[in-house]
Nanobody, 122 residues
Framework: QVQLVESGGGLVQPGGSLRLSCAAS????????MAWFRQAPGKEREFVAI???????DYTDTVKGRFTISRDNAKNTEYLQMNGLKPEDTAVYYC????????????????WGQGTQVTVSS
């Protein structure tokens, strides 16, 4: 089993920045690829970004050039640096891990964090 705990959410003005963190514990060998998803009110949970153990990354088009995913394998932690935030980025952000494939599909991820709220508003 793997436990994931997110932190770093909050309220920010449009154009501002936030950095989300996700700390993993437990059966670390099962972490595999890690990702961030988000879910806005009334919408389905959607893929945001993925990072492999070796650092390969992929992003959904709406955040490319604004968000950066990274991970520190020594600390079993992944991060999401979010710059140029827009009101449409408002959502609960979830950390995910355990995907054996480098894939965006939500069903591929075995482990999930509890979510952290990001609100972009003036």
């Amino acid at each position: 089993q793997v436990q994931l705990v997110e932190s770093g959410g909050g309220l920010v003005q449009p154009g501002g920045s936030l950095r989300l963190s996700c700390a993993a514990s437990g059966q670390i060998c099962s972490i595999g690829n890690m990702a961030w998803f988000r879910q806005a009110p009334g919408k389905e949970r959607e893929f945001v970004a993925i990072i492999s153990r070796l650092g390969s990354t992929d992003y959904t088009d709406t955040v490319k050039g604004r968000f950066t995913i990274s991970r520190d394998n020594a600390k079993n932690t992944e991060y999401l640096q979010m710059n140029g935030l827009k009101p449409e980025d408002t959502a609960v952000y979830y950390c995910a891990a355990g995907a054996k494939l480098f894939i965006r599909a939500r069903a591929a991820y075995e482990y999930w964090g509890q979510g952290t709220q990001v609100t972009v508003s003036s």
